[in-house]
């Protein structure tokens, strides 16, 4: 069966800091990937996708970077988070034509 | 390009009521359409799809939703509202070729006793 893994849980950085949240993906194979962001009181914001290796899309420019170095992991990053980075960040996984998403667990991340 | 409106932000209902939870959408043909649910610290969960045929979708833990098109809505029911229903509930749009989902702003449930 397919299984998505989401890492850290949580994570607590200070301002300035590099940042690198990483997302796996078992049980299939070519899955479109995404990176979501859930600010406080706010609804998700889509940030990445990728349809392949190498290939990103990024839907809102800011201070994130997303990579895809192979099939199933997808990793989001950033050089030096900034207080606005704080949030929740959700990973997710479709596959095919018309599919629902499947969610990993997310990570909290708090900017100090 | 496609859109999704919750116009409710947060909702409170008495434990035994029904619940009705609003969705607009906005995309140029036939949608994909979904409902979410998030516990705290949570990540999502599908409750249910709509992609064609029955209007009425039936979902997990006695929800269902109906799709208008007419109205472009996708409301989420449920006939008697239980404590653990509380949760932030999100509603989604999909394009055709199933790359992306474009969610609404969610809609956060309590539940009083």
């Known amino acids: 069966s397919q299984t998505i893994h989401q890492w850290p849980a949580t994570l607590v950085q200070p301002v300035g800091s590099p940042l690198s949240l990483e997302c796996t993906v078992e049980?299939?194979?070519?899955?479109?990937l995404y990176w979501y962001r859930q600010a406080a009181g706010r609804g998700l914001q889509l940030l990445f996708y990728?349809?392949?290796?190498?290939?990103i899309s990024s839907e809102v420019p800011q201070n994130l970077s997303a990579s895809r170095p192979q099939d199933r992991q997808f990793i989001l990053s950033s050089k030096k988070l900034l207080l606005s980075d704080s949030g929740f960040y959700l990973c997710?996984?479709?596959?095919?034509?018309?599919?629902?998403?499947?969610f990993g667990s997310g990570t909290r991340l708090t900017v100090v | 390009a496609q859109s999704v409106t919750q116009p409710d932000i947060h909702i409170t209902v008495s434990e035994g009521a029904s619940l009705e939870l609003r969705c607009n959408y906005s995309y140029g043909a036939t949608p994909y359409l979904f409902w979410y649910v998030q516990s705290p610290g949570q990540g999502l969960q599908l409750l249910l799809k709509y992609f064609s045929g029955d209007t009425l979708v039936q979902g997990i833990k006695g929800l269902e939703a109906e799709f208008k098109r007419s109205q472009s809505s996708f409301n989420l029911r449920k006939p008697s509202v239980h404590w653990s229903d509380a949760a932030e509930y999100f509603c989604?749009?999909?394009?055709?070729?199933?790359?992306?989902?474009?969610f609404g702003g969610g809609t956060r449930l309590m539940v009083k006793p």
């Open positions: 049980g299939t194979s070519n899955p479109n």
């Open positions: 989604a749009v999909g394009d055709n070729a199933g790359n992306m989902l474009t």
């Open positions: 997710a996984w479709s596959i095919g034509t018309a599919s629902d998403y499947t």
């Open positions: 990728s349809v392949g290796i190498g290939q």
